[in-house]
């Protein structure tokens, strides 16, 4: 969040032929007369506004109060409110590039307009707009068409995150089973686990948005459009499935990492009781050799040096087989 | 997924009178005249098609192109979507050899006819099509009853698959009880917690497909076959409890492996500590009549060396038996 | 499973006048006679029926084709069926001799009799058959009073079961307590919990079905009867709280046999390191008189062997005085 | 559960002109009489009724049949039973001289009349008793207020109970802190965890039961007694939100003295390690010189004793302070 | 809570024209010629009332014998309250410097007033207070409005708090990364834990209580304040989110945490393991040389003691190289 996000407005109206027009941000006191036109649809895409441009808006659009309120505040839940003469939806497009990974966007529908407001210039937009400025026919040609365009891309942004996410984890679990139990695959898990909360906290609530929209008679949503926002709702449906998924998932990776750890704390102190027998046993030998008893037969012995060499040998040999049958070296 | 799917096309109708007659893959644009005959069922079913054949299937039954979309993309989450005219059923069939061992099938079902689109050839269909085409009575003779033997033989794909399952979790229990804390059995319990997951993420929505189709007022579910409804939901049920219990035991199979281990350990720092006792003590006498003051009477004895020898081997006796007796052996 | 169960068949009817008929398994045709009859309670009671009398039953009673083939393929979720003129109820006895400690009952309903097919000898029947047979007023009069009978004995038979897994976890808990960490301790709390998530899969449908009994207009539960089922309600919740409660005990004791694992570790390590210690100093300063330095004045001293013997004694009185006060020992 | 309970059996009637009249036992048969006078309520309190008694109550209010097995089963879940002319409410008291805990109370309401049956002397009948005998005026006046007075001094009993637990959890957390992983401390979290079950195996059918009674339309909670009931309702929800809460952090110090005992190793095996260390760094270099080779001129230094008993200090010394700086000891 | 709460007592009316009268608190029986002045909006609020202040304000206002106690008993579960002619909201306030962070408030609405009693004094007061007073419109100017003013600095009062167990969450993360596994962390894990719990307590039911609010026919949220009530709510779940995604962060730290400490074991027991082998085996080579053959060639090699020495340098070289380059130093 170091740079100043670039910020842009852009005002496009498609009349009843077809045509497309644009209106320079200098012109926004005019957008009524367009949207008082009988089947034109106004769309009005605003990014990073200052707060003088938010004001402006609000006039121009007669926003509520409380949804000028949030558009200030910004980080809302995502949710439907529905005022008087408008509705607003609150979603988030996934961003990579963007500090959290999120990037908010604020949609107003009144009665031929839509109002998109974001706070960074996201590929979202530029897709829905050739969509809408090109095709003459075909794009999106009522506000519940447009709106759909603008959150069907913003759940369709989610999909390369997941698989990220997917890729990162199966990761994980070779790297922890391999035995790798070290710090940064904590690190990792941690950072998973944050993502995926995070993720599940904006697309929940969008889940209940989508099926807000298809349960509550809204006008923005008619027959011919329903079919439409129900696959919008199957999608969201998906990626919680699989956000919760990977939540269990990165939770047995958590498990299995320290079990991995405790197999080779046992390893370890395998180890350990092992090397300690192997080198004790000929210190032990050594150190009788080393008592000063007057009469200690052994040590006049002309072999007696070589013999003990290989005595310790034997139980070094002896005992080191035996702890390999074991499993222990 | 190395071998490319083999692709294959059938075009069944059955007619009031009982006879069977199958088009030709070439002669699909004659479909329609087939479904408009009064009582004539016609079952469709496509193997791994192409685009084009995507295509030339969706302007044959006039597919909504959300419907299209999803036959392009495939991976849906199960699903029963209501178009205009027609109903759209997603589902999955437990398939071992395919390689997330699931595969998925589209199902379309209008007035007269019904299209079935899988992407791998699955036992379920050659089933379902020598009932279709060799009993002359007694096949099903609806949409709905075709649907259900569909449905059917995929929930009915889960139970071996759930059995597998079963076993391999009391062979790993076996193992673990055994203290057999091996990474493969690590490993084993991952694999079956991600098969377990998956099978969740396709059968709950499974449940509420079936679900949906008793308590919504379609008209292809009927009085006459709603029992066999009942019973497909119930399948599903009873294998989501499976899966659950399944899930339940594995997390306590891992739990007792990380008991195991800690056992394990115990068992192993008690032998540590028996064995440097054991052998510290010799070593300890050792040094004491290894160490070189003027006048230690004991090393003058004649038999203080046998003496010295046989006091070690009291020790190791004495504390090799107070350590077995505490079971640290 | 070894020994082939007894197989078994009765059909009792009673008349209007408590006068109580019983009809030989050859004249099973004639049972629709007694059903006609008005007033006549008519029970058939099969144990290890064959696919043969399956058959024959199925069609003296007129069961749809789905409740046969439940018959034969058996393992049923517990279940409220209901058919055009019939209803099907599936419940589970537990049965401490049988393999899996159940045992499943198909009730099937119809105007004036009651089907029951089990698969094992149970004390139920035998209880329900006195109460039917024995007294002419008092015992069941009608269907409703009858399946009642039959699903209260199922019921009362978890009872004794859970005061069995409610002891056999007071015992865990004590030899945990006791730090008995065995590895039998760990393979009967996976037993244990194997049975609770056993139990739980037949109860929580069977209450489902007493609930359906009670919510469901059926004309089996009439308002007299209807203080019955909310009992038999009462009392499956009341088995399932006890469930629940003891799956968090077991949770609860496998954790704090974990807990006792590895505080009985840190006493062993102490007593390692105690032991180690212990040992090491004596060894040193025996080690330190062992060096051949020209001028160690100690070593000419008269008293310097018994002086030393005192030091490495004083060491040992001291550190092992220190660890036990430390609690190591 | 030794002494025997105390049999006690208590009829007060209080007519509308608030004069209370007591019945003795011997009078049970006239209770009818008092009950059909208009405007009187009728107050029947039994303590450990025998069987005789029990059969004669239930004669005397014409008590269902299962009501009456109710009570002589006992151990019921607290619910809301209603037949046909009668309600039967079951709730449980908080007594700590009870063996579990709980005293159990069953209570009947008809028109005009409430009886109650406990099996253990508790404060709670004692004091709803003064209220119901003194006060002319302010005492419970209908069942409906007098089930209220019973019913809020049983839920009012449960708020000592938790204070208690509450302390006890405060104890524990401070004790697991300070490093006593003692088996005290384990045993006592494995009680407390039985108890909370216990105390929410009766406290949430207690809050349904308390909605049920907000809910359903019966006589016997009328406008005037409805925020009394919805307090009731309240304080049950905040009781088991208590109880809720004192589950988690009975966890969390489960999963924290499991985290204390392995930090507590950590500290153990660092310790042997610098002990280790310490003493076979000496020890090493007394073996050294207790070699017998030929030439070591160090042996012939007049100083070389001394000396070599100084490296082994300095040795010590340094081995000490480094481990000491790295916290080990 | 050492110092006693400063006492306040405040009584404001702002009348149709805009013009906002304050009574003294000894004419507060003066109220009710206040309320039943048309478009008169009364406010009044007490902080730390007497218990002679409640009676007195609950005669003036009739408030219910229940409403009361709750006055006097305080730790209120937040709930809405609706007796005959008045609401009862209690909420909490976050507070950092009480006692345990949180402040009640209890309020009470009837037609054209609103009585707020609280024990603490906190800035939400003052902040809608300047607002009522100051601001001849745009302040509240329905019951409704000054319910939403005062619920709405409450539920914001949250924020901050949650900002900082954010912010101590995150500290603890990278603590716990970076190994230190102190006792600190775990006091402070078990602080967050208890925290956090308590704001579920309080928030959980607030939400309720604001959802009640929206979706009763309450006649104090109107139309026009629908929204501002839905802004609250939609807060109300954001802050519960947080909440739980902390809760869920605090028990991956948790377990990262005992993750850490075995991964902090395994490479203490390496250390242990290689400085036990790096000091063996110079002292066996030491007590071989120490032992007392006749025949023993090296020890009269003139370079017998230089070589002696190099060898055990060479060992403690080899195995220090050795362990280094499995990474147990």
């Given at each position: 969040m170091t740079d100043p996000p670039e910020r842009s407005f852009t005002c496009l109206a498609r009349h009843l032929d077809g045509s497309v027009e644009e209106l320079p941000k200098e012109r926004i006191d005019e957008i009524d007369k367009l949207t008082d036109r009988d089947g034109t649809l106004v769309w009005v895409s605003a990014t990073a506004p200052t707060s003088e441009d938010i004001a402006a808006i609000g006039r121009e659009f007669r926003l509520h109060p409380l949804a000028l309120e949030d558009l200030h505040k910004q980080q809302q839940r995502p949710k439907l409110d529905t005022y008087e003469r408008q509705h607003m939806v609150v979603a988030y497009e996934a961003v990579p590039?963007?500090?959290?990974?999120?990037?908010?966007?604020?949609?107003f529908i009144g009665a031929g307009w839509l109002l998109s407001v974001t706070w960074t210039a996201t590929p979202l937009l530029d897709a829905v707009r050739d969509g809408f400025a090109a095709r003459r026919n075909g794009g999106p040609d009522t506000t519940g068409t447009l709106l759909y365009a603008l959150l069907d891309a913003a759940v369709d942004s989610y999909f390369p995150v997941l698989d990220t996410i997917s890729e990162r984890i199966d990761a994980l679990e070779d790297r922890v089973l391999e035995g790798e139990a070290d710090r940064e695959s904590l690190a990792e898990i941690l950072y998973l686990k944050r993502r995926l909360l995070e993720l599940r906290r904006v697309l929940a609530p969008m889940r209940d948005v989508a099926n807000a929209l298809l349960r509550r008679d809204l006008e923005i949503v008619d027959a011919s459009s329903a079919p439409y926002?129900?696959?919008l709702y199957d999608h969201l449906v998906r990626v919680l499935d699989q956000v919760d998924i990977y939540r269990d998932l990165l939770a047995a990776v958590l498990d299995a990492r320290l079990t991995v750890a405790s197999n080779s704390l046992n390893a370890i102190m395998k180890r350990l009781t092992a090397f300690t027998v192997v080198l004790m046993v000929p210190t032990l030998i050594a150190g009788i050799y080393g008592m000063n008893f007057d009469?200690?037969?052994e040590l006049r012995w002309p072999?007696?040096?070589?013999?003990?060499?290989?005595?310790?040998?034997?139980?070094?040999v002896v005992s080191v087989t035996y702890f390999?049958?074991?499993?222990?070296?």
């Open positions: 590039a963007a500090p959290d990974g999120l990037s908010e966007i604020h949609m926002y129900q696959d009469l200690m037969p072999f007696g040096y070589p013999l003990a060499l290989a005595v310790m040998a034997a139980a070094v390999r049958r074991k499993g222990w070296f």
